[in-house]
């Protein structure tokens, strides 16, 4: 037995961790309670809330909080120049789904009713949360549909440079890549539980929807070969409300086409493809001056914005996302709100003084509920491990 008078350090590290989960059950109905006129009534609902953490160390959200939480955690999130709609976010309440194999085709599906034919409808799929009982599944993947990156032995890479050692440890782990591997080949899925460990899932065909890309003048451009996919579904961020945790909660928007056109094939360590198109033009690339790198970057980010367009699926440009994000500003503000705001993410990767974001300044402190990028997950979706339960 423990000398009386000593907290046994274990126990008494629990209790603080209980007492934050109480604060944060209590600020978090507090905010849906004051939000929404039709909740049942705060004290009761408070009572229940600690009673239940007193007895499990959690507590299980109604499905109407869960679906606030999961909408204020999107307005929250001082990363996002699409918060507009924050309303509009679907909310698949999935809590009970916590299998390996379940989440993914759970996944799977997600993919395609959140494309909706090209009609893209912001959504979110909120797997088991975590647990004292039970740590919740995490998924992988930076987001559902991600491109392969195969070192060559020249040390250059075909795909995704971002995921070459992604890439790599899954083929250690088994992955079998196409015959021919190409530049567009989609990861699978991984999908780890505490019971499974790290478990692979190829992604169905009709789950993936993709773009070829062309340009809406400059004939050469579809040749590239080049496509992207329709529907960005982050997977690896832990979604926060009230002291719950759901580390496996994947949620979409639609691309604002600077995140394709601008970063994912113009960063020189993702698909690097300005100097490419800016040969194609004819520029004369032995002069910084000429500015030969913009005047291709804008040509790439015209083919992409034309070509979602032309094939019916939702994308929006930067200078009329921007303006919508003020929009979004003063709306807040109007509702006696703080809006959290990191300039880096706001400000679009081109043009950006030519948006109305640039010129100003935001409040960035953290609120939530929100999206958290956990530093393990971060690796894992990068490096390829190590796992969570290992
Ligand atoms: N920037 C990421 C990408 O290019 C997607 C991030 C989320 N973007 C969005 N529009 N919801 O894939």
């Given at each position: ?194 019971e499974e460990g790290p478990q692979m899932f190829q992604l169905p065909r009709q789950a993936v929807h993709e773009v070829p890309l062309e340009h809406p ?66 520029l004369d690339t032995s002069d910084e001056a000429t500015l030969w790198r913009d005047r291709a970057l804008v040509e790439l980010n015209r083919a992409v ?40 993410w706001i400000v679009p990767p081109l043009s950006g003084s030519q948006t109305p974001v640039f010129h100003r300044y935001y409040t960035a402190e953290t ?24």
């Amino acid at each position: 037995m423990r000398p009386t008078g000593r907290p046994d350090p274990e126990r008494s590290a629990e209790s603080a961790d209980i007492e934050v989960v109480r604060a944060a059950a209590r600020e978090f109905l507090e905010l849906f309670h004051g939000e929404s006129p039709r909740a049942e009534r705060l004290g009761p609902r408070i009572a229940a809330v600690m009673r239940e953490i007193e007895l499990t160390g959690t507590y299980w959200h109604t499905a109407e909080e869960l679906a606030f939480g999961a909408r204020v955690a999107w307005r929250n999130n001082a990363r996002c120049i699409g918060r507009l709609y924050w309303r509009s976010l679907q909310v698949r309440d999935l809590r009970t789904v916590s299998g390996a194999g379940d989440v993914a085709g759970s996944c799977f599906d997600h993919l395609q009713v959140a494309h909706n034919g090209g009609k893209i409808r912001p959504m979110i799929s909120v797997f088991a949360p975590e647990t004292p009982a039970r740590p919740a599944p995490r998924i992988w993947n930076e987001q559902l549909v991600r491109y392969a990156g195969y070192e060559q032995p020249d040390g250059r890479v075909l795909g995704d440079p971002r995921y070459r050692t992604f890439t790599s440890e899954l083929v250690q782990r088994g992955w079998q890549p196409p015959d021919v591997p190409g530049a567009f080949d989609v990861l699978p899925l991984v999908v780890e539980t505490v019971e499974e460990g790290p478990q692979m899932f190829q992604l169905p065909r009709q789950a993936v929807h993709e773009v070829p890309l062309e340009h809406p003048e400059l004939a050469w451009f579809a040749e590239l070969g080049l496509r992207w996919h329709a529907v960005p579904v982050i997977s690896n961020n832990r979604l926060v409300i009230g002291g719950v945790s759901y580390p496996a909660a994947p949620f979409n928007g639609w691309y604002m086409g600077t995140e394709i056109g601008a970063r994912n094939l113009g960063d020189s360590d993702r698909y690097a493809l300005v100097p490419e198109i800016a040969e194609q033009m004819g520029l004369d690339t032995s002069d910084e001056a000429t500015l030969w790198r913009d005047r291709a970057l804008v040509e790439l980010n015209r083919a992409v914005l034309h070509s979602f367009t032309a094939n019916g699926v939702s994308i929006t440009d930067h200078h009329t996302e921007s303006r919508r994000f003020l929009i979004h500003l003063e709306r807040e503000e109007r509702a006696g709100r703080r809006c959290p705001a990191d300039w880096t993410w706001i400000v679009p990767p081109l043009s950006g003084s030519q948006t109305p974001v640039f010129h100003r300044y935001y409040t960035a402190e953290t609120q939530l509920p929100n999206y958290l990028t956990d530093p393990d997950a971060t690796h894992r979706s990068l490096q390829g491990g190590p796992p969570a339960f290992p």
